[in-house]
């Protein structure tokens, strides 16, 4: 069975910066793409960032030039570094991976998701 487990949210200021990762386990024969969405309260959840194995990226427009996606594929591990919080930001981070299996192709999977929470 295929999971996903996500570390490293928390509370900080604004300004700050931190640092998620997600690593996923279980009989994977492919992950394709990785990413992170986000939903704060009220709203809907939004892509926040995706990686392909080939390390093509996608942000979305909120996040560019502050949060970085990064992954390392031997480890089946996605890494999300969030520079310059804003309150804005504030929201339960979810892992995301698309796995295959030699028994499932091209699964959506999810995290439990972590709290970031940032105070201004």
């Known amino acids: 069975q295929v999971q996903l487990v996500e570390t490293g949210g928390g509370l900080v200021q604004a300004g700050e910066y931190l640092r998620l990762s997600c690593a996923a386990s279980?009989?994977?024969?492919?992950?394709?793409?990785m990413g992170w969405y986000r939903q704060a309260p009220g709203k809907q959840r939004e892509l926040v960032a995706t990686?392909?194995?080939?390390?093509?990226?996608n942000y979305v427009d909120s996040v560019k030039g502050r949060f970085t996606i990064s992954r390392d594929n031997a480890k089946n591990t996605v890494y999300l570094q969030m520079n310059s919080l804003k309150p804005e930001d504030t929201a339960v981070y979810y892992c995301?991976?698309?796995?295959?299996?030699?028994?499932?192709?091209?699964?959506?999977?999810w995290g439990q998701g972590t709290q970031v929470t940032v105070s201004s």
């Open positions: 995301y991976a698309r796995t295959s299996t030699a028994y499932l192709s091209r699964v959506d999977r």
């Open positions: 279980g009989s994977i024969f492919s992950i394709d793409p």
């Open positions: 990686i392909t194995s080939g390390g093509i990226t």
